[in-house]
C-alpha cells in the first residue's frame, strides 16, 4: 500500500469550474474572483476578503497596510514555516522569536510581554494545525501596549474561537489565509485576506497589482477606463479567475471535508490515547480545529520516519523551527537555548497523513505500523 502525506481533494466539480473560467476568455483576476471574495468573506462573516497569490503575500501586505516599518520588531512563534518571519525582514524590520507551549505547539502567551519593547509593532499568532492560539489573552496584551495583530491562519479553515470562525475575530487587525496545495481549502497557489477595517483592506487590494489605482476588472471591462495612476509602491500579487473558480467550489465543501478529517483524527485518537508512548494532540474546549494537521509526539521520530517511508507511509514534520534555520541563526543570533520547548517539540514530533479521501484501510494501515514501530 502507498499512503502520501497528503493528497488534495480535487473532483470533477473543481475541474469544471476551472474550464468555465478558461472558456470564459477571463482568465487572470476578473469576475470569477470577485464572486470568490464575496463569498469567502459571507463563509467567514467578515467586513472585508482580498485574494491573492499566496498566504505570503498576504502576510506581506497586511504588515504594509499597518506601516511597517525599519527598525520595527513583530513577535512570532518560532514554531512556523519560514514565511511568517520572511515577510518581516522585506521591511527590514527584525522577527522576534517566542517559544511555544507544549501541549498545543501555539506560542506561550506567557512569554509575549518579555519580548516587547519600545520597538514592537504587531504580534503574529499562528494557529498551529488549525488549532487558535490563546486570542483573548493575546488581546489584552496587544491593547496595553497598542500593538497590531495579524493572524497567520494558513491552517485554520474552517476553525473557530469561542464560536466565532477564524477570521472574523474582532480583535484582530487582518487574517491571512493559504490556499496552497497542501491546504484545507486549495487552489493549488493562493491566498486571502480577511478584515474588518477598510483601510487596510483598500491598501491590500492597491498593493496587490503594482500600486494601480483600478484592478484589471475596473480598467478592461466596459465600465473602466484605461487611464489609471500608481498611488503605492505595490507587488504582484493578484490571483487569477482559474484559481478563484476552483477556490468556490473547494469553499462550499468546508465543513464536509473539516468532518471527513475529524473522523479520521479521531480514529487515531482512539487507537492510539492508552500507548504511553505516543503524545496525542491537545485541542482545547472553547475553540475548535480544521485537524489541517495530525501531530503526534514519540520518541525515535527519525528512524520511525525512515522505516514508514519504507512501507509507503508518507510523513512530515511541521516545523523546524526558525531559530534552527541558518540564515535566520546568522542574521538574528537565535540561541537554541532560549526555545526548550519548541526544541523539544521539534525532536518528536511527527505528522501523520489526514487528508479527506483516506479510505478507513489506508487510516488503519497507518495505525497499525505506527503502533508496531512505536
Known amino acids: 500500500m502507498n499512503i502520501p502525506f497528503h493528497k488534495t481533494h480535487t473532483t470533477q466539480e473543481e475541474i469544471d469550474s476551472a474550464i468555465e473560467a478558461i472558456k470564459s476568455g477571463w482568465l487572470t483576476m476578473g469576475p470569477k474572483t470577485v464572486e470568490f471574495e464575496n463569498r469567502f468573506k459571507e463563509y467567514i462573516g467578515s467586513r472585508e476578503a482580498i485574494s491573492l497569490n499566496s498566504a505570503t503575500a498576504s502576510l506581506h501586505l497586511a504588515l504594509k497596510a499597518i506601516r511597517l516599518q525599519r527598525g520595527d520588531e513583530v513577535i512570532l ?18 522577527p522576534i522569536l517566542c517559544d511555544i507551549e507544549e501541549n498545543t505547539h501555539n506560542i506561550d502567551v506567557s512569554k509575549i510581554e518579555a519580548l516587547i519593547t519600545d ?27 497598542n500593538l497590531k495583530i495579524i493572524e497567520d491562519s494558513a491552517h485554520a479553515i474552517p476553525s473557530s474561537y469561542k464560536g466565532v470562525k477564524i477570521g ?14 497542501t491546504k ?30 483600478k484592478d484589471a476588472w475596473d480598467r478592461y471591462t466596459t465600465k473602466g477606463a484605461w487611464r489609471y495612476d500608481i498611488v503605492d509602491n505595490g507587488n504582484k500579487y493578484n ?11 473547494q469553499l462550499k465543501k468546508q465543513d464536509i471535508l ?38 503526534i509526539k514519540i520518541d ?69 505500523n505506527i503502533e508496531e514501530l512505536v
Open 184 to 213: 484545507t481549502l486549495s487552489t493549488g497557489e493562493g491566498g486571502m485576506a480577511t478584515t474588518n477595517n477598510p483601510n487596510y483592506a483598500k491598501s491590500i487590494k492597491i498593493n496587490r497589482l503594482h500600486g494601480i489605482s
Open 119 to 145: 520597538k514592537t509593532k504587531a504580534i503574529i499568532p499562528v494557529h498551529f494545525a488549525g488549532q487558535p492560539c490563546d486570542m483573548n489573552e493575546i488581546y489584552e496584551i496587544a491593547k496595553k501596549y
Open 168 to 181: 472574523n475575530l474582532s480583535g484582530t487587525d487582518i487574517t491571512c489565509f493559504s490556499f496552497y496545495a
Open 77 to 94: 512563534p518560532t514554531n512556523t514555516f519560514v514565511a511568517t518571519a520572511e515577510v518581516v525582514t522585506y521591511f527590514d524590520a527584525t
Open 239 to 249: 490571483t487569477t479567475d482559474i484559481n478563484s473558480a476552483i477556490g468556490m467550489v
Open 258 to 295: 473539516r468532518e471527513k478529517r475529524a473522523k479520521i483524527a479521531q480514529k487515531y485518537i482512539n487507537a492510539f490515547r492508552d500507548n504511553p508512548k505516543i503524545v496525542l494532540p491537545f485541542i482545547k474546549e472553547d475553540r475548535t480545529t480544521s485537524w489541517h494537521l495530525f501531530v
Open 300 to 368: 525515535n521520530r527519525d528512524d520511525i520516519i525512515e522505516e514508514l517511508k519504507q512501507r509507503g507511509i508518507g510523513c512530515s514534520v511541521h516545523f523546524i523551527p526558525i531559530h534552527k534555520h541558518t540564515y535566520y541563526k546568522n542574521r538574528y543570533g537565535y540561541k537554541d537555548e532560549d526555545y526548550p520547548v519548541a526544541n523539544r517539540v521539534f525532536e518528536k514530533s511527527l505528522s501523520l497523513p489526514i487528508y479527506p479521501d483516506m479510505s478507513e484501510e489506508e487510516v488503519e494501515f497507518v495505525i497499525k
